[in-house]
């Protein structure tokens, strides 16, 4: 047996408080199974952690391998536990996918205190003999995805499915909200429990930012974690979340530990690193290119807790192949080869999930698939991503002129999925487009929307340039057009807001604009105006006349002397005249005397 201080060399730095970005979509764990031709379960099973519910902290309870009755599958009946394990930071671990693990005298290499392994492909005699060497077993199983090789496949509905994984054959999301999905994840999660397993690693919950077909959001995802942990906790199995750290904040309360694939890759460890914070571990994987072989420089800087590794610290850390076999590195530097079982029965009617087929491509052919890979590694150096020796990703990052992007966002950016058929470039190479991992979202670009237009505008380069090598012409017209998209999408919306300014502003200028004068309208004028002047004259005449006639009404009549003598009034006004005469002198004669 191998020393068991070979995984405890995960020693992490200082972890950073950056804001975390959206993490990513199918993190590149394509394994190419071709000796055992095997499809496994999307990616690698992420261990999930529970703080509250049933259970404790206590990592050494001895109920994990109890009573799981004769059956070598453990299917009758599982342990009887009284509280729920927590796995501790720092813990050590390997995590063995591609096939089942074979034990030597009853014990595995390395000597690692948890073991990561498919629920499906082992039985619970391994799991008991683990567990009886005081190891932790977690057992993993695609959670969010239908798998066309496992043994209940036959149980889901065609409206349970939605489209297909991209670059997993065989696979097709999952309805989350489904209550026969529900149902058979159900038996899965208490055929864990019977076989004694300590912990599930439900696999692809990230479907809301996958191009899934079903409309699946963030909270369906954290919805069907709380269904699992419910189910989970029933048994006293802790539970943890795979990647998808978009949605920690709102499950970490009840996900007991993380399972993260290349976050030192991406410079994304802070992410995660509230597990840590928590008390939770995060059991981190990272696929070196050339690994078994791995460049010491490239390992150190991947197990660095500074740098591209800032937020990781006590992360448990291991260096693996992409197919999840019995290779594994950690941290010190030490290697180990786990013993695989021969290959499962399962293995015979599937394909390999990812690689190249069976039969080889031409020589040449393949060949010049070689040199145009080499060259694209040294144009992107960074931005390359292997999923297998015929298979990769290219990061294309938009540049967007006349767009600023706060310090703690990236620019708009996609991952262009190329993979070789065996007769490229003779024909045309098999292209997807993927969203970024952790990629904000942006107002004028979108994977999910613009994916097949996308694909569509590559079909005459790709014609034109069958026979030779077209990745990089086949990127940079993809960039392009993706770019001229968004700014065709901006130009059209300045348009927009262009066209309403103007409209608003031709609405409060009529505020201060009469009719505008034409000589018909002039016309029409002028003839009001002279009516109403007339009108007005005519009037003022009118009122004129009648004050005229009220004043001659008022106006005293002066008697004629014909007119006085017969009223005998003669002599009469003339008395009164002197009368009133006389008086007036004496009343100026008075004013004078008392002056």
């Known amino acids: 047996m191998e020393p068991s201080e070979a995984s405890k060399e995960h020693s992490p730095a200082g972890a950073s408080n950056r804001p975390w970005p959206r993490w990513k979509i199918l993190a590149v764990v394509g394994a190419v199974l071709v000796a055992l031709g095997i499809g496994l379960g999307v990616g690698l099973g992420v261990g999930l952690t529970h703080r509250g519910g049933h259970g404790d902290s206590d990592q050494d309870n001895t109920d994990s391998g109890s009573s799981a009755g004769d059956d070598p599958n453990g299917l009758q009946n599982g342990p009887n536990r009284t509280s729920t394990w927590q796995p501790s930071v720092n813990a050590t671990w390997q995590i063995v996918l591609e096939s089942a693990i074979k034990l030597d005298d009853g014990t595995a290499s390395p000597d690692v205190a948890i073991w990561d392994?498919?629920?499906?492909?082992?039985?619970?005699?391994?799991?008991?003999?683990?567990?009886?060497?005081?190891?932790?077993?977690?057992?993993?199983?695609?959670?969010?995805?239908?798998?066309?090789?496992?043994?209940?496949?036959?149980?889901?509905?065609?409206?349970?499915?939605?489209?297909?994984?991209?670059?997993?054959?065989?696979?097709?999301?999952?309805?989350?909200?489904?209550?026969?999905?529900?149902?058979?994840?159900?038996?899965?999660?208490?055929?864990?429990?019977?076989?004694?397993?300590?912990?599930?690693?439900p696999d692809n919950v990230d479907g809301y930012q996958n191009d899934n077909g079903l409309k699946l959001t963030a909270q369906d995802s954290i919805n069907y974690l709380q269904f699992l942990h419910g189910e989970a906790s029933s048994y006293r199995m802790a539970i943890g979340l795979k990647n998808a750290g978009g949605i920690i904040p709102k499950v970490i309360d009840f996900i007991n530990f993380s399972v993260n694939e290349q976050c030192a890759e991406y410079s994304e460890c802070e992410t995660f690193a509230p597990f840590v914070k928590a008390g939770k571990p995060v059991f981190h994987i990272e696929y070196p290119k050339g690994a078994p072989n791995i460049d010491t420089a490239r390992a150190a800087d991947l197990c660095s807790r500074q740098g591209i590794g800032a937020g990781s610290e006590g992360f448990s850390t291991v260096l693996k192949k992409m197919d999840l076999d019995g290779f594994v590195q950690y941290c010190n530097g030490k290697k180990y080869d786990t013993a695989l079982a021969p290959s499962s029965s399962k293995t015979s009617n599937i394909p390999p999930r990812l690689g190249p087929s069976s039969t080889s491509a031409a020589t040449m052919g393949r060949e010049e698939q070689v040199e145009e890979r080499e060259v694209l590694e040294s144009i992107f150096p960074e931005e390359i991503t292997d999923i297998s020796e015929t298979e990769f990703r290219i990061k294309v990052v938009l540049d967007i002129p006349d767009e600023e992007t706060p310090e703690d966002e990236e620019p708009p950016s996609f991952l262009l999925s190329v993979r070789y058929p065996d007769e490229y470039p003779d024909v045309a190479p098999h292209l997807d487009i993927i969203a970024s991992p952790n990629a904000p979202s942006h107002l004028h670009f979108s994977v999910g929307e613009d994916r097949d237009q996308l694909l569509a505008d590559l079909a005459d380069t790709i014609q034109e340039n069958l026979g030779m090598a077209m990745i990089f012409t086949l990127y940079s017209t993809l960039k392009e057009a993706a770019e001229q998209l968004v700014q065709d999408r901006k130009a059209a919306e300045a348009k927009v807001h262009e066209e309403a300014a103007l409209a608003a502003e031709r609405e409060e200028n009529k505020k201060f604009h009469g009719t505008p004068v034409t000589p018909e309208t002039f016309l029409k004028w002028r003839e009001g105006f002279l009516r109403e002047m007339e009108e007005?004259?005519?009037?003022?005449e009118e009122e004129r006349l009648a004050e005229l006639k009220k004043a001659k009404i008022k106006e005293p009549v002066k008697l004629t002397g014909r007119q006085l003598w017969e009223k005998g009034l003669v002599g009469k006004l003339d008395e009164e005249e002197e009368e009133e005469g006389a008086l007036a002198d004496g009343v100026e004669q008075l004013k004078v005397e008392a002056a």
């Open 117 to 201: 392994l498919d629920l499906f492909d082992n039985n619970a005699t391994t799991f008991k003999a683990l567990q009886r060497d005081g190891k932790k077993v977690i057992c993993y199983f695609s959670a969010g995805s239908y798998e066309d090789f496992r043994p209940d496949k036959g149980r889901f509905k065609e409206s349970d499915l939605g489209k297909p994984l991209d670059g997993w054959p065989g696979e097709r999301w999952l309805n989350l909200s489904s209550t026969n999905v529900r149902s058979i994840m159900k038996d899965r999660i208490r055929l864990a429990w019977s076989k004694g397993c300590d912990a599930i690693d």
């Open 536 to 540: 007005q004259r005519v009037r003022e």
